[in-house]
């Protein structure tokens, strides 16, 4: 069973990167998790910047920390009333 929880984005352009990124970030909060992990690879950098970018304003991220190649995010929690 793959984990949910996770995202690896090695290989990805940036659009596709980004796009991945909001449905992922979306189905971790509809499933109620609070924290993943996102992948990016080191390559040249340009994926982890295009990340870090979305991360930074993307309505159902709380958190975020990079930790090498990747980011730890946390996400907003459900409020009783949307359950």
Request: proline share 5%; net charge neutral.
């Amino acid at each position: 069973m793959p984990d949910y929880r996770r995202l690896d984005l090695h290989g990805a352009d940036r659009e596709t990167a980004i796009r991945e990124l909001d449905l992922w970030l979306n189905r971790v909060f509809l499933q109620s998790g609070r924290e993943g992990t996102v992948i990016c690879g080191r390559g040249r950098g340009i994926l982890l910047r295009a990340v870090e970018e979305e991360l930074s304003r993307h309505p159902l991220v709380e958190s975020y920390r990079r930790e090498g190649p990747s980011f730890v995010v946390g996400l907003v929690p459900r409020s009783e009333k949307e359950l």
